[in-house]
């Protein structure tokens, strides 16, 4: 995020998510931003009542207590996700609908409908405009979540043809970390490489600066970093006394 | 798999070839090693594997596995040249080349 948006944020922030303690449901039209701070905090909430409730099953469960549902293992997303859908359906086609969208994209656990909604919604609505940057992050997830391509198209829409450059930078930073989760090196220097000519946010280069360190060390040409451990009857080598030999590192186990 | 890497290992026996691996079953508790060491026999693992948790971090969080398995192709200069090939046919001419490179490199430094 550039510091003008960021200290434009900030400044919308403050005073407002302070207030916003009431029961009422907050209404999104009125006041967008409490609205949201509204959701945010009463999501925290319920998140770490689930937590507690499942930790202390579990406990019991190791003691000798009955077993633990398999529902309880699920995240209370549900309502919380319904409110943030409402909140964007009552905001369409504004841009403070993104941050309801993002809180899809971020929060949703199985519901992919709504995963999906987001991203259709965002990609019809919002893809051009400033609000954007501030969930790229998520579409990588909400990939993973099940919006599938339409999240990584998207993506790669912002990441190529935004107006600001510092959006194309940010969504090209997202997507490379992507790529490297998936293993695919070259694509992921090739976006870090295009950060770097694209963004002045120091930040921003600083990160991908990093990334791309760590990426190039483990791809295709690198000299494979030297592993000094142990073999499973607790004896020590390193991978680099194979030198000489063609080694297949295989990463396996039985379990 | 495995009896596909236990047929390379004994194919290239002669030859500048190893098969390292790192292994994710909790070597370092004595009953996970007596059911590693029961399970290796039994299934003919013959070669080496480093302890993945001997090293801390991990060795495959340090190489960013995200996957199982997951193949690296070292030379014997110690470069990375291929991942994650899981084919075995592709397997087998890959590693060939690689192989013979190893051997001509060593004829060459004895001249």
């Known amino acids: 995020m550039s510091r003008t948006v960021l200290a434009a944020a900030l400044l919308f922030v403050s005073p407002v ?39 202390a099953a579990l406990k019991k469960q190791e003691e000798g207590g009955p077993r633990v549902p398999r529902k309880a293992y699920r995240p209370p997303t549900k309502s919380f996700i319904a409110t943030a859908q409402e909140h964007a359906q009552e905001l ?30 965002l990609n019809s609505d919002h893809a051009d405009s400033a609000a954007i940057a501030d969930v790229v992050d998520y579409l990588p997830m909400a990939a993973t979540k099940g919006a599938g391509r339409n999240a990584t198209k998207l993506l790669g829409r912002i990441a190529e043809q ?11 930073l997202a997507r490379a970390a992507f790529k490297t ?12 490489k295009a950060v770097q000519s694209v963004s002045k946010d120091e930040d921003l280069l600083a990160e991908a600066k990093d990334l791309l360190a760590e990426v190039q060390k483990f791809a295709i040409g690198a000299v494979a970093p030297e592993i000094e451990g142990v073999d499973t009857d607790g004896v020590a080598f390193k991978l680099s006394d194979y030198r000489g030999k063609v080694v297949l590192l295989d990463f396996w186990g039985f379990w | ?15 500048p070839f190893a098969l390292i691996g790192v292994n994710s079953d909790g070597t370092d508790t004595e009953k996970g090693l007596a059911e590693f060491k029961a399970k290796a026999k039994e299934m003919g693992v013959t070669w080496r ?5 001997g090293t801390d971090p991990p060795i495959s969080e340090t190489w960013r596995v995200r996957g199982w398995p997951t193949l690296y192709y070292i030379d014997h200069e110690g470069v990375i040249r291929h991942k994650d090939i899981r ?10 080349e690689m192989i013979t490179a190893a051997e001509e490199a060593a004829k060459k430094q004895k001249k």
């Open chain 2, 49 to 53: 594997s480093f302890r993945n948790e």
């Open chain 1, 162 to 172: 935004h107006g600001d450059a510092e959006v194309r930078a940010k969504a090209l």
């Open chain 1, 181 to 192: 989760e998936r293993g695919d090196s070259s694509g992921a220097i090739a976006d870090l």
């Open chain 2, 87 to 96: 084919d075995e046919a592709r397997m087998e001419k890959v590693l060939d």
């Open chain 1, 92 to 121: 369409a086609g504004r841009d403070e609908a993104v941050m309801f969208l993002g809180f899809i994209l971020k929060n949703a656990s199985s519901e992919r409908n709504a995963i999906k909604w987001a991203v259709k919604t």
């Open chain 1, 17 to 55: 998510g302070l207030v916003a303690q009431s029961d009422e449901p907050a209404r999104a039209t009125q006041d967008p931003q409490a609205a949201y701070n509204e959701l945010v905090r009463s999501f925290a909430k319920a998140v770490e009542a689930w937590q507690d409730e499942l930790q």
């Open chain 2, 1 to 15: 798999m495995i009896p596909h890497e236990r047929s390379l290992v004994e194919k290239w026996k002669d030859r």
